[in-house]
């Protein structure tokens, strides 16, 4: 600490703050220092305010400051879809999602990515998962927002566009395309933006990628030292396909493939058996659980309490449609509770604690960067957030992590600062002009859906937008 650029330039002061260390310690009166974009010390007010003389004060009385939201699993550019296909019946995921991902041009992707930024900001994320595709396009886009990110080009050799037609046709140059936008992403963003931007390795989903594809994928995460992911058993079609072409689970044609490892963070797990999850738990696989999104057609099937009893690490995200973690945590604390395996905390399975490390320490942990990020501990990134305790929905408090769980909401995150810098303080977000943001989301749903109903004649324009061109 002797050299001046590591004398700290911020303290916050007066805060209950929530470390989220390995003792979930929780300091009130607590104070945290911050020089550059690292945590220099957490402790009690009155003892950094003598340790550290010269920094500037942040009064944060009637505050908590908690460690940033990681959402360890989101489609930033499917806020197209947000106010659709969640009261659908069918095929959303081939029926929409990927149809208009293609549809979709560059500039549209970049306005929904940043409207997600926004709205991830808003809700006291600092770190955003993005697996996705034509990444390259919008990557930059995101990167300017100052979020912490790791990005990823969703590889597939399957001709996604035919498999709402009931197709499934691998195709060598289809995959080549993909591994052109992977390589490219890599050459161009991994561990850019002073290492706050960063990329992963993502296959689609086992239905949509031939062993030729795993097995590219990972030579090129092997090459670039890159951690995994890929969506797992996420739809009883993906499932049946795997059967039909390989006589084999998800799970085991992974485990076929080299698949599975401590680098390889899975999404859903909807439909593993119970060999499955023994398999995945063995290899020390991860789950990245989206609880609110995979429950809005109905309670999601994911025998969570089964898998945490495996010793699987259980990590948190969002997926489609929102950026909104508190919504994650709240559905994610209910939705699996009588359903899951032995009892804790006090009788009920999960417990908030449980649960808001999921969000944190436990996604820090997945992403390999548990050095870094998910705690708020001396030498680690400064990445936080800010709430206002002062708000009817957290009073009264007798346990604070409870009421963050089951009661917090964007309308208490009053800062959020990632990599020392403050992207949003007292109230107003920094990083971007928001009325900017929401018009040219806006703007570019409404293109999209009109392309994609061009370019895809089966597909049709939600009742709100057609009603939008009849009355200009
Ligand atoms: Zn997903």
């Given amino acids: 600490m002797d050299a001046e650029k590591d004398q700290p330039n911020l303290l916050i002061t007066g805060a209950t703050v929530v470390t989220l260390d390995v003792e979930r310690n929780i300091i009130s009166d607590g104070a945290i220092a911050i020089a550059g974009d690292r945590i220099a010390a957490v402790g009690l007010s009155d003892e950094l305010r003598q340790r550290f003389p010269n920094a500037e004060i942040l009064d944060a009385r009637g505050k908590a400051v908690l460690p940033g939201f990681i959402n360890s699993h989101t489609h930033a550019v499917l806020l197209v879809l947000r106010g659709t296909v969640e009261d659908m019946s069918g095929d959303a995921i081939f029926g929409y999602m990927t149809p208009i991902s293609f549809a979709m041009n560059d500039d549209e992707r970049r306005a929904l990515a940043r409207l997600a930024c926004l709205e991830a900001i808003r809700c006291g994320t600092t770190t955003m998962v993005e697996p996705f595709r034509f990444i390259t396009g919008y990557a930059a886009g995101m990167a300017e927002t100052g979020m912490r990110l790791w990005l990823s080009e969703n590889g597939a050799d399957a001709l996604t566009l035919k498999i709402r037609h009931g197709i499934y046709e691998y195709d060598r140059a289809f995959g080549e395309e993909f591994l052109d936008r992977v390589r490219a992403m890599v050459d161009q963003f991994h561990d850019t933006h002073d290492g706050r931007v960063k990329c992963q390795m993502a296959a689609h989903a086992p239905d949509v990628c031939s062993p030729w594809m795993l097995g590219e994928l990972n030579d090129l995460a092997r090459k670039h030292g890159l951690t995994r992911t890929i969506h797992l058993a996420q739809s009883p079609g993906e499932v049946k396909q795997v059967r039909a072409a390989h006589d084999r689970t998800s799970a085991e044609y992974l485990r076929d493939n080299d698949w599975l490892g401590p680098d390889v963070v899975a999404a859903h797990w909807t439909f593993c058996t119970d060999d499955d999850i023994d398999l995945l738990a063995e290899h020390g696989v991860h789950m990245a659980h989206c609880p609110a999104n995979s429950s809005r057609r109905g309670p999601h099937l994911a025998r969570v309490g089964r898998i945490q009893d495996a010793g699987v690490n259980i990590v948190l995200g969002t997926d489609n449609m929102t950026e909104d973690m508190f919504q994650a945590l709240k559905i994610g604390s209910i939705i699996h509770r009588g359903r899951r395996g032995s009892e804790q ?55 604070l ?18 990599d020392g810098r403050f992207v949003m303080r007292d109230g107003k977000v920094l990083s971007m002009n928001e009325d900017e943001v929401i018009a040219e989301a806006q703007e570019a749903t409404a293109a999209a859906w009109h392309r994609l109903k061009e370019t895809s004649g089966d597909i049709d324009l939600p009742a709100g937008l057609q009603r939008e061109r009849a009355q200009p």
């Fill in 345 to 399: 905390e006090g009788g009920v399975n999960p417990g908030p604690q449980a649960v808001l490390d999921s969000a944190t320490r436990n996604a820090a942990h997945a992403l390999r960067a548990e050095a870094d990020i998910g705690s708020l501990e001396a030498g680690k990134k400064a990445d936080l957030m800010i709430l206002d305790l002062n708000q009817p929905n957290l009073r009264p408090i007798i346990n």
């Fill in 401 to 418: 992590v409870s009421n963050i769980v089951h009661y917090g909401s964007s309308s208490a995150v009053e800062s959020v600062m990632v």
